[in-house]
């Protein structure tokens, strides 16, 4: 029974000593929520831009949508709104708008966007939740709790 044990404690040993450094602090990193590893990463994302005939296609705006929580729907209607033309999404999730835009134009409005409709104006955090409440939007922090309402499109 005793001898079990200490077998069994040294097979254990055997596995850890096993792992280089390496692969313990990525075990141990890939255990931590998902909201503390990307809040280190967070960047602004960018758009990957195609034109297609006199459309511009946002190849990655499903991506885009859910690296900054919000509903696909609103940063739709965003695009839209900013650049003045019909938006829609295909089939691939992916944004299709009618016209030419430059990925600079695309990008400086996905930066806009952010740090108006994502960030929280009081404490900087990203973790933040946007929800329609009549004529206005609701921008809710996770981290420190304010609350900021925005004219709602
Ligand atoms: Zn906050």
Same mark, same amino acid.
């Given at each position: 029974?005793f001898?079990?044990? &200490?077998?069994?404690? =040294?097979?254990? /040993?055997?596995k850890?000593?096993?792992?280089t450094?390496? $692969?313990?602090? $990525? +075990?141990a990193y890939?255990?931590?929520p998902?909201? /503390?590893?990307?809040q280190?990463?967070?960047q =602004?994302?960018k758009a990957? &831009?195609?034109?297609?005939?006199?459309?511009?296609v &946002?190849?990655n705006?499903?991506? =885009?949508?859910?690296?900054?929580? +919000?509903?696909?729907?609103i940063?739709? +209607?965003?695009?839209?709104?900013?650049?003045?033309?019909?938006?829609?999404?295909?089939?691939?999730?992916?944004? /299709?708008l009618q016209?030419r835009?430059?990925?600079?134009? &695309?990008?400086?409005?996905?930066?806009?966007f /952010?740090?108006?409709?994502?960030?929280?104006p009081?404490c900087?955090? +990203?973790?933040?939740?946007?929800?329609?409440s009549g004529k206005?939007? =609701?921008?809710?922090?996770?981290a420190?709790?304010?609350?900021?309402?925005?004219?709602?499109?």
């Amino acid at each position: 029974m005793f001898l079990d044990t &200490i077998n069994e404690v =040294i097979d254990l /040993v055997k596995k850890v000593s096993e792992y280089t450094y390496d $692969e313990l602090l $990525e +075990r141990a990193y890939s255990k931590l929520p998902t909201k /503390v590893r990307s809040q280190e990463a967070f960047q =602004i994302p960018k758009a990957e &831009i195609i034109i297609v005939g006199g459309k511009t296609v &946002i190849r990655n705006f499903r991506w =885009i949508a859910d690296y900054l929580s +919000r509903d696909p729907k609103i940063l739709q +209607r965003y695009f839209a709104k900013e650049l003045a033309v019909p938006a829609y999404m295909d089939e691939s999730q992916q944004l /299709v708008l009618q016209g030419r835009f430059g990925a600079h134009v &695309i990008n400086k409005l996905i930066e806009i966007f /952010v740090k108006k409709y994502v960030l929280c104006p009081t404490c900087g955090s +990203r973790f933040t939740e946007l929800k329609r409440s009549g004529k206005v939007f =609701i921008l809710k922090c996770l981290a420190c709790g304010a609350e900021t309402s925005l004219q709602a499109f």
